[in-house]
Each structure stands twice: as structure tokens, then as C-alpha cells.
């Protein structure tokens, strides 16, 4: 069983539409990371957590640490957001040591 | 301005035939990462150096090696490639390992 699961795998969206992928965790963690790829391998770092809630323009990341879970939302969306949004994991007891959920693919439909 | 540059972003090499990836990075990051992507999955990390200190994933084949002669560069050699090897090999550096990571553009890598 992965350590990072995200739900959906693959989520189809009208514009203009509120969209949510959600990621759980089930180790202890430092930091979460929220990233984007798109079509030919780009990667971006979209926000890291540690706790709370993050804005940044029309996306918004929040972490229930209690809970491992993670929600990434994203709304008004456009076709431009279609990409893959993976969800990682930063373990708290070992620098470095990463580990990725499976990604979630959107496409967002004019 | 480019923060994490991999070089070449295409690269075909032959079965067998060593080959050499390079990332450096501008951003001075204490840490630097190397992943490999296959289609339609999550990057899987290879290794990474924290400083010149070398981690090696256990699940990473003897056929990958680094190489991190200075805090700017880190290379990937690829000793003896195969074709499961062909893939999408990204670069990241993080200043300290707990924040956020920056990723160079990727070098697909073509094996034939």
C-alpha cells in the first residue's frame, strides 16, 4: 500500500467549475507539498504545509495533521489548469526522504 | 532567470552504452535530488545529497550513480542502460531538505 494516496486518479472538469483532489498520508510527516506537472514533464512547486490553510491566487491547499489528510482546491477553473497534481510527503524523522502520491490527472473543458 | 538547469533535455543513447545526465542549480541549496518518471507515474527518487553526504534509496538499481563535485552540479551516470530505463529523469534542489524543492525541466532519456 502506498504511504500517499490521492483521490481521484483522473477528474474531468467544466471551466468555471470548483475542483477538489484530495491526498491522505498514513506517516508521520514534517511538511506536505502540493506540486504540478504538466504536459512535457514541468514540474512546479504549487505550496508546502505544515499546518492550516495556504492561498495563492485561485488555488487553495489545506492539511488537517490530526486527520493525514490533505485537500487541494482550485477554483474558477480553466483549461490552463489541466495537469497532473501530485501530492508529497516529507517525513519528519528523515531529511530528505520524500514520498509521492500517484497523481491526479485534470482536465479542465472549455 | 533558470534556477535548476539539466542538460541535455533530450538525450538518446544506445542499450548498453553509459550515459551521463547534468543538473546544476544557481540557488546554492544545500540539497539536490535526482528522480526518474515513467509515463503515467509519480517521480520515483533516486538518490540525493545533502551536501557532499551521498543517500542512496535502497530500491535504486546499482546501475545509477552520482556524482556531486561541487554544491552547483550533481550527475546522474547511467553505467549500462536498458530499455526499462528509458524515462523522464528530473532534477530538484531544496535549500535544507524540509522545504520546498525546486525542479529543473527533465531530461528524457531515449534508450535504443
Redesign the interface.
Known sequence: KNEVEQSPQNLTAQEGEFITINCSYSVGI??L?W?QQHPG?????LF?LSSGKKKHGRLIATINIQEKHSSLHITASHPRDSAVY?CVV?RGST????Y????TQLTVWP | DAMVIQNPRYQVTQFGKPVTLSCSQTLNHN?M?WYQ?KSS?????LF?Y?DKDF?NEADTPDNFQSRRPNTSFCFLDIRSPGLGDAA?Y?C?T?R????????G??T?LLVL
Open positions: 514534517s511538511a507539498h506540486l514533464g514541468g514540474i512546479v512547486s508546502m501530485i516529507n531529511l530528505g526522504r520524500l509521492f502520491g500517484r497523481g | 540539497v535530488y518518471q507515474q509519480a517521480p520515483k527518487l540525493h545533502y543517500n523522464m528530473l530538484a531544496s535544507t531538505g524540509r522545504e520546498t524543492q525546486y525542479f525541466p527533465g528524457r
